[in-house]
């Protein structure tokens, strides 16, 4: 079975500071890769995703991930964060022979401080 | 087009009682995946259904239950509560069984057991 790892539980940075956050996952056969946001009070929503082709993916609201295969990994990173950026960020798999089903990690709650 | 909607958004209910959790799935969509949120945590996967059949389940015992609707709605049933199972019940459709079609989650709904 698989599973999804994020290993930073909390991230507190400032505005403009740069975002990197990880995230592993176990399973050997070919996956879908997903990171989705969820700010306070809202629904999960879909920043990016990757199924094929550039590994280097680009999403909503100058977010992008890079899946590197070798290393089971998929970072999701930002440039310069904003304020809006608060939320909790949860990274998830799927695995194409299981389905549709996904495998999501516990969530980096990311503070953006003023 | 519409979002997926689920209801109620939050209910409390006494352990060993029974409750019933409702999603419309967004317009187009016929497949419907059930996630446990507790608190803290990561979604955890509870089952699919796709055309009113079971299709694929997590690690969550039998007293975990579920229907899908000729419209594509559908419920969880969960029978004799537990305080455990105390969390954010999130509901996500997606049309058939193609991940790269991506998934909607409604808002979900906040069960607390006392």
């Known amino acids: 079975a698989q599973s999804v790892s994020q290993h930073n539980h909390h991230v507190i940075l400032s505005e403009a500071a740069s975002l990197e956050l990880g995230c592993n996952y176990s399973?050997?056969?070919?996956?879908?890769l997903f990171w989705y946001v969820q700010y306070p009070g809202q629904h999960l929503q879909l920043l990016l995703k990757y199924f094929s082709g550039d590994p280097l993916v680009k999403g909503i609201k100058g977010f992008e991930a890079e899946f590197i295969k070798s290393k089971f990994s998929f970072n999701l990173r930002k440039p310069s964060v904003q304020w809006s950026d608060t939320a909790e960020y949860f990274c998830?798999?799927?695995?194409?022979?299981?389905?549709?089903?996904?495998?999501f990690g516990g969530g980096t709650r990311v503070l953006v401080k003023p | 087009e519409t979002g997926v909607t689920q209801s109620p958004t939050h209910l409390i209910k006494t352990r060993g009682q029974q409750v019933t959790l409702r999603c419309s799935s967004q317009?187009?969509?016929?497949?419907v995946s059930w996630y446990q949120q507790a608190l803290g945590q990561g979604p955890q996967f509870i089952f699919q259904y796709y055309r009113e059949e079971e299709n694929g389940r997590g690690n969550f015992p039998p007293r975990f239950s579920g229907l899908q609707f000729p419209n594509y709605s559908s419920e969880l049933n969960v029978n004799a509560l537990e305080l455990d199972d105390s969390a954010l019940y999130l509901c996500?459709?997606?049309?058939?069984?193609?991940?790269?079609?991506?998934?909607?989650f409604g808002s979900g709904t906040r069960l607390t057991v006392v």
């Open positions: 317009s187009g969509h016929n497949t």
């Open positions: 998830a798999v799927n695995a194409r022979a299981a389905g549709n089903k996904l495998t």
């Open positions: 399973y050997g056969g070919t996956v879908n």
């Open positions: 996500a459709s997606s049309l058939a069984l193609d991940p790269a079609r991506g998934y909607t």
